[in-house]
């Protein structure tokens, strides 16, 4: 196999306990392919992870955990990275690909709460953090008497802050908590016809630069098809929006029998939202993912998307 001619494949993530765990559930499945690999694991800092006192809306876009580890692929570096595909934007550099989606994990969101309370019987009041536009707009549909508040940090910092007083309930990503061992804390698991993933949520993807075909031949090994077709489609919903991680919008696809559903939502502040479903063949994912978002646009999505970016000036 000409990879094995490769002197070593380094792997490029960001340093969190999460993104390590990630990436060793990538590297794992890249040594069972080929066992006699020579493989080492960078880490890479990123803005996100630096900038830790102002919400993720207000320093950045999508980039903001993808950035620096694109600068790296580009300089050699590294041969591959491993990122949650929720981080990535949903328009990637055109000398980089996408050349492996893993099979997904649980994609939807949970409530962990301090005293193991519910969403529907917390207290009017209650402090819930999330660092999350999207999470934020659909709880204040669902219960706009709750104080919403930004959170920074990783999973165990959220955790942390929670117990120590600071929020009576935190959201988070299922994936993420079950990845660290941690699912047993959830409180709440929430419906994601009703509660709508972010686009990619669940999903790892492996970006490897566009001309190292080598690389690309190998990742592609790992790639599960229907992770993939459903989170092609969630990308080209929220590529059609032209939103950016300032903006609530989410989206979340499924496959059966051959047949894609995607649901799709479009928020703006204060918890209005406007949501929407279609069913498409499995063939043609992006046609998909766009088709819905025009009809959600046209169906006062627009005026959301407008709503949303006059805030965040």
């Known amino acids: 196999m000409r990879i094995a001619q490769r002197r070593t494949i380094t792997i490029g993530t960001r340093a969190s306990k999460l993104a390590l765990a990630q990436t060793e559930i990538v590297h794992a499945s890249l040594l069972g392919l080929a066992p006699d690999l020579d493989t080492r694991i960078e880490h890479v800092t990123t803005k996100g992870d630096v900038v830790q006192d102002r ?3 207000e320093i950045g876009g999508n980039g903001l955990f993808v950035t620096q580890i694109e600068e790296a692929l580009r300089a050699g570096r590294l041969d591959l990275a491993v990122h949650s595909a929720k981080d990535l934007s949903s328009r990637l550099s055109p000398d980089m690909v996408l ?3 893993l099979p997904r994990a649980d994609p939807r969101d949970v409530l962990v709460s301090r005293d193991s309370v519910r969403l529907a019987d ?6 819930v953090g999330t660092s999350s536009p999207r999470r934020a707009c659909l709880l204040g549909a669902l219960r706009p008497d709750l104080v919403l508040l930004d959170i920074r940090g990783n999973v165990d910092s959220r955790l942390r802050k929670m117990h120590e007083g600071q929020y009576e309930a935190i959201v988070l990503a299922a994936a993420g908590l079950e990845r660290l061992g941690l699912a047993e804390g959830v409180t709440e698991w929430f419906d994601p016809d009703v509660f709508i993933p ?9 970006e490897v630069r566009a001309e190292d075909h080598v690389i690309i031949e190998l990742a592609a090994r790992l790639n599960d098809p229907g992770t993939a077709t459903a989170v092609r489609a969630e990308r080209a919903f929220l590529a059609a929006i032209g939103g950016s991680c300032s903006l609530p919008v989410g989206a979340y696809a499924t ?12 928020g703006a502040p204060g ?23 025009e009809q959600l646009l046209a169906n006062g999505g627009r005026e959301l998307v407008a709503a949303g970016e006059a805030v965040s000036l």
Not at 255 to 266: F, P, T
């Open 122 to 127: 917390l207290p009017s009041g209650a402090r």
């Open 255 to 266: 496959i059966e029998d051959g047949s894609l559903q995607i649901r799709g939502m479009i």
């Open 99 to 101: 050349a492996a989606f």
């Open 55 to 57: 919400p993720l809306s």
């Open 271 to 293: 918890g209005r939202v406007v949501r929407g479903e279609l069913t498409w063949q499995a063939s043609d994912p992006e046609r998909a993912g766009s088709t819905l978002a």
């Open 198 to 206: 972010a686009v990619g949520q669940g999903a790892l993807a492996v």
